[in-house]
């Protein structure tokens, strides 16, 4: 008889325990998405055209506040002769991990912006979305100011 009867406390002292520990894990959690913004100056190092439309290329990514290197980019893109404008893959390889955007635009005035959008990102940037856009320099120096707001 002491037996059933511990097994029986044993029982019912498990079955509050579960139910008082799953309770809490039945509420709905709150979802927040941190959002998080780089600010970025590239500097080209190469670039070469691919065919009759396509090019290839590669950046120093510096960081817009301090001027500092902190990753560098490998792009590669198509040129729209009949819309005067280009669409462009790129990946960001940054400590931590790469962030794979594309953006696009078309020349129209010497203010060109492009703009697109986060694809995936591995690292620290796993399951990152967002937008990415991009402004040549005022020169023609090679360099482009990025600008990524991205959450997860």
Do not use: C
Not at 30 to 58: I, M, P, R, Y
Not at 67 to 88: E, H, L, M, Q
């Amino acid at each position: 008889m002491k037996k059933t009867a511990l097994a029986a406390v044993a029982l019912a002292s498990v079955a509050a325990l579960t139910s008082a520990s799953a309770a809490p894990a039945a509420a709905p959690v709150a979802q927040t998405k941190a959002a998080h913004t780089l600010k970025w100056k590239l500097h080209e190092t190469a670039s070469h055209d691919v065919g009759k439309h396509g090019f290839v290329g590669a950046d120093t990514i510096r960081s817009f506040k301090t001027g500092k290197i902190v990753g560098y980019d490998s792009t590669t893109g198509t040129y729209f002769p009949a819309t005067n404008s280009a669409r462009i893959q790129v990946a960001f390889s940054v400590q931590g991990g790469i962030l794979v955007g594309q953006v696009h635009g078309a020349f129209t005035s010497n203010d060109v912006v492009f703009h697109g959008r986060v694809l995936k990102g591995t690292g620290k940037f796993q399951g990152a979305q967002g937008t990415i856009a991009a402004r040549p320099g005022g020169s023609q120096d090679g360099t482009t100011f990025i600008t990524i707001h991205y959450h997860f």
